[in-house]
């Protein structure tokens, strides 16, 4: 008994080749990295520690609400005793003090939209006065 079949079922789908080389293109494309360099103040925490730096009031650090003017008309950096933060601040630094750099953080912070990115933030050591955390971008690296 021969059967005939249909010719629709015999016919192999065009799309079908089609489809799978954009699925695999996709799944290709998905599993690639972004290429992202690090942010020159990303550097490595272990590279860092150590290092001489300086505090300085930028315009990123000032945007940040990281710096400011005191009373005295003094230019200082807001810093942090026990933890890295971008509010609540317990300490002032002297505006172009010399530190060195004892540890480095990379923080999740979230802005006023809800929005997550990350901030870095360094534990310095001014030549006098107390060890704190101050925001990346109010510190210069060598």
């Given at each position: 008994?021969?059967?005939?079949?249909?010719?629709?079922?015999?016919?192999?789908?065009?799309?079908?080749?089609?489809a799978?080389?954009l699925?695999?293109?996709?799944?290709?494309t998905?599993?690639?990295?972004?290429?992202?360099?690090?942010?020159p103040?990303?550097?490595?925490?272990?590279?860092?520690?150590g290092?001489?730096g300086?505090?300085t009031?930028s315009?990123?650090?000032?945007?940040?609400?990281?710096?400011?003017t005191?009373?005295?008309?003094?230019?200082?950096?807001?810093?942090?005793?026990?933890?890295?933060?971008l509010?609540?601040?317990?300490?002032l630094?002297?505006?172009d003090?010399?530190?060195?750099?004892i540890?480095q953080?990379?923080?999740?912070?979230?802005?006023?939209?809800?929005?997550?990115?990350?901030?870095?933030?360094?534990?310095?050591?001014?030549?006098?006065?107390?060890?704190?955390?101050?925001?990346?971008?109010?510190?210069?690296?060598?």
């Amino acid at each position: 008994m021969n059967q005939l079949l249909p010719r629709k079922i015999l016919r192999q789908p065009r799309f079908l080749p089609l489809a799978g080389l954009l699925l695999l293109l996709l799944l290709l494309t998905a599993c690639s990295g972004g290429g992202e360099e690090a942010a020159p103040e990303q550097a490595e925490p272990a590279a860092v520690a150590g290092q001489p730096g300086s505090l300085t009031c930028s315009q990123t650090c000032l945007a940040q609400g990281q710096c400011g003017t005191a009373a005295d008309s003094s230019v200082v950096i807001l810093a942090h005793s026990a933890q890295p933060t971008l509010r609540n601040h317990d300490t002032l630094l002297a505006n172009d003090a010399v530190v060195t750099i004892i540890e480095q953080r990379t923080v999740p912070v979230s802005d006023v939209t809800g929005a997550m990115s990350s901030l870095n933030f360094f534990y310095v050591q001014p030549e006098s006065g107390p060890a704190s955390w101050v925001a990346g971008s109010c510190v210069n690296l060598p």
